[in-house]
């Protein structure tokens, strides 16, 4: 069974710094890979995916991920924090052919500190 | 465009007593999913439908129940609630168009079972 690893259930950064959040999958196939922010009491927006096209994959409010096959991780960056990164994020999988079912990790909780 | 929604937002039940939990979206997605997040624990698929009258289980579909007469709806009902089952239910949805296509989450439902 697929199974995703957020190192870090909780990451502090000061505003301005560089933002490193990490995942690390288990397959045997690279999977389609996910990163959703969720912001309290909402649910979960898309920020990236994977879709094998580039390892570098760019996503919304300037965030980042670079697949790694070697390393099977899957870590999303930010260069600069912002105060209204404080959030929660959570890395996903898929394997192709799974009727599109999501296996999440369990979160990191980023906390922006000014 | 009113997306996808849920109903209650919140809800609190005694243990013993059916629950159903509703979502509904505007997308005409032929996916549906029902996912329950717990501390620790990311979130996790109860059940998930790929086009009306087609349900299959997710990882933790024991105690649910899901029906889908309707492209547009994808009711969760809890037979019988059980502490256990207190927490925050996503419902979800994705186009089906591809392998990697996007699922899009609703605004959750927080349960407590008391």
């Known amino acids: 069974a697929q199974s995703v690893t957020q190192l870090g259930s909780h990451v502090s950064v000061s505003e301005g710094a560089l933002v490193l959040l990490r995942c690390n999958y288990s397959s045997s196939v690279p999977p389609y890979l996910f990163w959703y922010v969720q912001y309290p009491n909402q649910g979960l927006q898309l920020l990236l995916k994977?879709?094998?096209?580039?390892?570098l994959v760019k996503g919304i409010n300037g965030f980042e991920a670079e697949f790694k096959k070697s390393e099977t991780s899957f870590h999303l960056t930010k260069p600069s924090a912002h105060m209204s990164d404080a959030a929660e994020y959570f890395c996903?999988?898929?394997?192709?052919?799974?009727?599109?079912?999501?296996?999440f990790g369990s979160g990191t909780q980023l906390t922006v500190l000014p | 465009d009113a997306g996808i929604t849920q109903s209650p937002r919140y809800k609190i039940t005694e243990t013993g007593r059916q629950v159903t939990l509703m979502c509904h979206q505007t997308?005409?997605?032929?996916?549906m999913f029902w996912y329950r997040q717990d501390l620790g624990h990311g979130l996790r698929l109860i059940y998930y439908?790929?086009?009306?009258?087609?349900?299959d289980k997710g990882e933790v579909p024991d105690g649910y129940v899901v029906s889908r007469s309707k492209t547009e709806n994808f009711p969760l009902t809890l037979e019988s609630a059980t502490r256990s089952q207190t927490s925050v239910y996503f419902c979800?949805?994705?186009?089906?168009?591809?392998?990697?296509?996007?699922?899009?989450f609703g605004p959750g439902t927080r349960l407590t079972v008391l």
């Open positions: 994977y879709t094998s096209a580039a390892t």
């Open positions: 996903a999988v898929s394997d192709p052919g799974s009727a599109r079912q999501l296996t």
């Open positions: 439908s790929a086009a009306a009258d087609i349900t």
């Open positions: 997308w005409s997605h032929s996916y």
């Open positions: 979800a949805s994705s186009q089906g168009a591809g392998d990697i296509d996007t699922q899009y």
